[in-house]
């Protein structure tokens, strides 16, 4: 299935020996005991790819935030265009690039309005996420960015956004949602720097919000 040039496709990631077994050292510090204090990160690998690894290889849910300081979090309604996404839990995503965009997207200072999605397709050899970023098109040229947290939270109580179809294609997103509180086990400090898709974050027309969610969903062009 080919899609749309407007869709990011996540950079490929080779972890050696010694790199995965750190990232599993790092785990197993805040399984053993949940950290109070963001992790300390030296690792020269890009952080985007211990946070990948964690949801992928552990099944962990991540949640972006500039909030650093959050000891659990509670479901809220949220304002989304997709009934999913239309409830009121606790969000997080099974991807690690997904969660940094709303780690260092700075919201609180610049309101705004954020189009976002992270897909895989289903019928490849090997899914791959690809994504979309979009913020208010008169903001991107002010960079509204900051300093963020991403949180590693336990995906017990998390359920999957069931998948949709284009074409007889199985597409599955790597939302998550959760109806009940969740305390975080960790917590990674994100700069803007280390969104691997800094660059590439797009600009939309808030009025026309609903149709590029209506783009994204069918496989067609963006609006102008």
């Not at 479901?75 to 995503?93: E, I, M, W």
């Not at 700075?106 to 690809?130: F, G, H, L, Q, T």
């Not at 700069?191 to 026309?208: C, N, S, T, V």
Request: aromatic content about 12%; proline content about 10%; overall charge negative.
């Amino acid at each position: 299935m080919l899609l749309p040039d407007y869709w990011l496709q996540r950079p490929a990631i080779t972890l050696d020996a010694t790199t995965q077994q750190h990232f599993d050292e790092l785990y197993q510090q805040f399984t053993e005991q949940p950290q109070q204090n963001p992790l300390s990160y030296t690792l020269s690998a890009p952080k985007w790819q211990f946070l990948c690894y964690l949801a992928e290889h552990y099944q962990l849910a991540l949640h972006g935030s500039g909030n650093p300081s959050i000891e659990e979090f509670e479901p809220r309604q949220p304002l989304d265009l997709t009934d999913f996404g239309n409830q009121k839990a606790v969000y997080a995503a099974v991807d690690g690039i997904w969660a940094m965009f709303f780690a260092i997207v700075d919201r609180d200072n610049y309101p705004m309005s954020v189009s976002n999605a992270c897909i895989r397709i289903m019928n490849e050899e090997n899914p791959i996420p690809y994504y979309f970023f979009s913020i208010s098109r008169n903001l991107l040229p002010q960079k509204p960015w900051r300093e963020g947290t991403v949180y590693i939270l336990p995906s017990a109580s998390f359920t999957a956004q069931p998948p949709m179809y284009l074409e007889n294609v199985e597409i599955r997103t790597a939302q998550l949602a959760s109806f009940t509180p969740v305390a975080p086990l960790a917590r990674i400090v994100v700069k803007p720097e280390d969104f691997p898709f800094l660059g590439q974050i797009r600009g939309h027309d808030d009025a026309r919000l609903g149709d590029y969610a209506k783009a994204m969903q069918t496989g067609a062009p963006l609006p102008d």
